[in-house]
């Protein structure tokens, strides 16, 4: 959201005005859009959680390496002499519009909030594309990035409204896609993880809950221990 603040000429209009901005993103991004996503995304691994695992790490990976060669170039002896190819720019920008649309697709079998998110994700990379030879491109970009720096807002806020007030419960609808409802795990089904609510917590009072329930355990201590003779070579 910050560097869209450049993009959408918020910060001003003048050339002086988009570098001030610039120069203050890439310490947040190295460090906030950067190492912490890179962190959340190996946090994700305990909550079996794949798909947040690999955007976590994936576009923590990329803040870290956009904001490391910028930091690079300012730091440099003769700054004006470090340059970026533009094509190179719209090679990286494609390709991690490429990675989000895959991942896009992957949020139909999510909800609704975050399928909206990564496709407002992935058409931001692609404009941004487009932005780097067209300054009309590159101002639409901005804004659609902002769109999509407020529906992560909404989704990670929802998320641990749910989460923390509601014990699990969903308070705040993210939209669920009703091909994806199955009766036996309560009207929600997420491929491997319910995202950002307890399994048991989805399980509970439907008929996959009564089954865990219903399984006869049988006591620590309960099996008697058989002393088993081994034979020995004479």
Known sequence: ALLQVKHTKLAGDTEEDGKGTENLVWGFAI????????????????????????????????WLSVGTAHIVALLATDFHSVTFSPKAMQAML????????????????????????FFLLASTFFLLAGGVENEDVDVAAGWVGMATAATAYWLGAVEIINDIVGGGKELIPLGSFKRNEFKA????????????????????DTRMDHLRRATVVMPRGSIPNKHIEVPTAE
Do not use: D
């Not at 991690?96 to 079998?109: D, L, P, Q, S």
């Open 31 to 62: 460090f906030y859009g950067g190492l912490l996503q890179v962190i959340a995304g190996i946090a994700e691994i305990r909550r079996n959680n794949i798909f947040g695992f690999t955007a976590f790490t994936s576009y923590g990976g990329f």
């Open 94 to 117: 494609v390709l991690m519009g490429i990675f989000t649309a895959t991942m896009w697709v992957c949020t139909f079998k999510m909800n609704k909030t975050i399928c909206l998110l």
């Open 185 to 204: 795990t309560g009207g929600t089904n997420v491929p491997g993880r319910v995202h950002g609510v307890a399994h048991r917590q989805v399980l509970k």
